[in-house]
């Protein structure tokens, strides 16, 4: 027998012309979602001994400006939103600031792809839900950002229509992307993002400022074969040239530059990665007093993001493997008889 037929006779055995050995699908999907609520800032005036929410009328000057910023994108295609901006106190919501982007038909959220229902009705504008694989009805594929923004750290606000704004800010980011296994390459992604500054000068000296805020988080890294799943959450709270320390039972403790907080979980390999922390309520103080006049800039950053690859079929490594198998079942034989 040839070497030639030797080698096919040996692929042959081992499987390396065999049929596929199953049709299940596989999947990547990754969910990251950040909620601050509650946000507010209090201030201790020097020679009180009260703690009191900031109001309108305690700053000299005082304003506020948002930028929001996303993108979906699905394969070969994007949907983006960038540098949308709020600079009264109306808030940022996508459906207001966009309207012509491609929206998902259930609310009003960024989404590529199937949008009409990737999660069987679940994904509805500004809901955030912490979604896993068993959320998702297959078949679909789909790269989706959603956000939103509304009221204030301080009392005595209105919007651009004279209402009063509520003395809460409560902001939100989403982001979810989930493929399929195709025969070819590519993936989806997903990027969140929102820069809040507030620069001010207070009317009065305070000893410190305080912000107050409760903080949710939650990252999920689903892959059924090779391939990469990833999520991630920030926040970052600054005030320039100030330091933080952390109120507790028994006084406040520690000096932090920035109020910063990180979540991930990624997955290159078949399996899940899921981190939920909180709803946890946290309260920092400023180390440094505040002099009347002074200007100041605090800014706030939260972000969520993810990105899936798209991955082989089953079928196709389950062939790869068997032929790399044979390829070296029949080297060991020419081996051994060279």
Same mark, same amino acid.
């Given at each position: 027998?040839?070497?030639?037929?030797?080698?096919?006779?040996?692929?042959?055995?081992?499987? #390396?012309?065999?049929?596929?050995?199953?049709?299940?699908?596989?999947? +990547?999907?990754?969910?990251? /979602?950040?909620?601050?609520?509650?946000?507010?800032?209090?201030?201790?005036? !020097?020679?009180?001994?009260?703690?009191?929410?900031?109001?309108?009328?305690?700053? $000299?000057?005082?304003?506020?400006?948002?930028?929001?910023?996303?993108?979906?994108?699905?394969?070969?295609?994007?949907?983006?939103?960038?540098?949308?901006?709020?600079?009264?106190?109306?808030?940022?919501?996508?459906?207001?600031?966009?309207?012509?982007?491609?929206?998902?038909?259930? $609310?009003?959220?960024?989404? /590529?792809?199937?949008?009409?229902?990737? /999660?069987?009705?679940?994904?509805?504008?500004?809901?955030?839900?912490?979604?896993?694989?068993?959320?998702?009805?297959?078949?679909?594929?789909?790269?989706?950002?959603?956000?939103?923004?509304?009221?204030?750290?301080?009392?005595?606000?209105?919007?651009?229509?004279?209402?009063?704004?509520?003395?809460?800010?409560?902001?939100?980011?989403?982001?979810?992307?989930?493929?399929?296994?195709?025969?070819?390459?590519? $993936?989806?992604?997903?990027?969140?993002?929102?820069? @809040?500054?507030?620069?001010?000068?207070?009317?009065?000296?305070?000893?410190?400022?305080?912000?107050?805020?409760?903080?949710?988080?939650?990252?999920?890294?689903?892959?059924?074969?090779?391939?990469? +799943?990833?999520? @991630?959450?920030?926040? @970052?709270?600054?005030?320039?040239?100030?330091?933080?320390?952390?109120?507790? /039972?028994?006084?406040? #403790?520690?000096?932090?530059?920035?109020?910063?907080?990180?979540?991930?979980?990624?997955?290159?390999?078949?399996?899940?990665? !899921?981190?939920?922390?909180?709803? !946890?309520?946290?309260?920092?103080?400023?180390?440094?007093?505040?002099?009347?006049?002074?200007?100041?800039?605090?800014?706030?950053?939260?972000?969520?993001?993810?990105?899936?690859?798209?991955?082989?079929?089953?079928?196709?490594?389950?062939?790869?493997?068997?032929?790399?198998? $044979?390829?070296? +079942?029949?080297?060991?034989?020419? #081996?051994?008889?060279?």
């Amino acid at each position: 027998m040839t070497k030639l037929k030797k080698l096919s006779a040996a692929l042959l055995a081992t499987g #390396f012309f065999a049929m596929p050995l199953s049709n299940a699908e596989a999947a +990547a999907m990754a969910s990251a /979602v950040i909620k601050f609520t509650d946000f507010r800032i209090f201030g201790q005036l !020097t020679g009180s001994t009260s703690i009191l929410q900031l109001d309108k009328s305690d700053f $000299g000057s005082l304003s506020f400006a948002s930028t929001a910023d996303a993108d979906a994108t699905l394969f070969n295609t994007t949907e983006s939103i960038d540098n949308a901006t709020d600079s009264g106190s109306n808030g940022i919501d996508f459906p207001t600031i966009a309207p012509g982007a491609t929206f998902n038909p259930l $609310g009003n959220d960024l989404c /590529v792809g199937d949008c009409s229902g990737p /999660v069987g009705g679940v994904a509805n504008d500004n809901v955030f839900p912490k979604l896993t694989i068993a959320d998702v009805a297959p078949p679909t594929n789909f790269a989706w950002a959603d956000q939103l923004e509304q009221g204030s750290p301080i009392t005595g606000l209105t919007n651009s229509s004279g209402g009063a704004v509520v003395s809460n800010a409560d902001v939100a980011n989403g982001a979810w992307a989930y493929v399929e296994t195709g025969s070819g390459g590519g $993936g989806a992604n997903s990027d969140n993002g929102l820069n @809040s500054t507030f620069k001010f000068a207070t009317n009065k000296n305070y000893d410190f400022l305080e912000v107050e805020f409760t903080v949710e988080s939650f990252v999920y890294a689903f892959l059924d074969e090779i391939g990469l +799943a990833s999520a @991630s959450t920030l926040y @970052s709270v600054i005030i320039e040239d100030k330091t933080w320390c952390f109120v507790a /039972v028994g006084g406040c #403790f520690g000096s932090f530059n920035d109020l910063t907080s990180s979540s991930l979980r990624s997955r290159l390999t078949p399996g899940t990665g !899921t981190l939920t922390t909180g709803p !946890t309520t946290l309260r920092f103080r400023t180390n440094e007093s505040f002099l009347a006049g002074e200007e100041n800039n605090l800014t706030a950053r939260l972000e969520a993001s993810v990105e899936v690859n798209r991955i082989p079929e089953p079928n196709s490594l389950g062939l790869l493997s068997i032929g790399l198998l $044979g390829l070296g +079942a029949a080297a060991r034989r020419r #081996f051994r008889k060279a």
